[in-house]
C-alpha cells in the first residue's frame, strides 16, 4: 500500500526537490504535464490506489463563469 509504506511522503518530497511529480522512488504513475486541450489530474482513490482522471467536472461551471464576467464584466 503506497500510503502505509511511506511512498505518499516520498511523492511529496521528490515533487517539492525537483518540481517534477514523476520519478518518485515506488511509485510507478507518471502524471503527465496539465494541458488545457487533455485536462487530467491526479486521483487517489480510497487510499490506496493512485490513477489519473480528467478534469472537466467543472467544465459546465466554469463557462458559465466565463460567459458571465463577458456579458456583466466586473468594474475596473
Known amino acids: 500500500d503506497m500510503y502505509e509504506s511511506g511512498n505518499m511522503a516520498d511523492l511529496f518530497i521528490h515533487f517539492v526537490n525537483t518540481l517534477d511529480p514523476n520519478g518518485a522512488p515506488g511509485i510507478p504513475q507518471e502524471w503527465p504535464k496539465y494541458d488545457n486541450a487533455n485536462p487530467v489530474l491526479p486521483e487517489f482513490s480510497e487510499n490506496t490506489t493512485l490513477g ?25
Do not use: G, H
Not at 478534469?55 to 468594474?75: C, G, M
Open 52 to 76: 489519473l482522471m480528467n478534469d472537466t467536472y467543472r467544465e459546465d461551471a466554469i463557462d458559465f463563469l466565463i460567459q458571465l464576467n463577458l456579458t456583466t464584466p466586473w468594474p475596473t
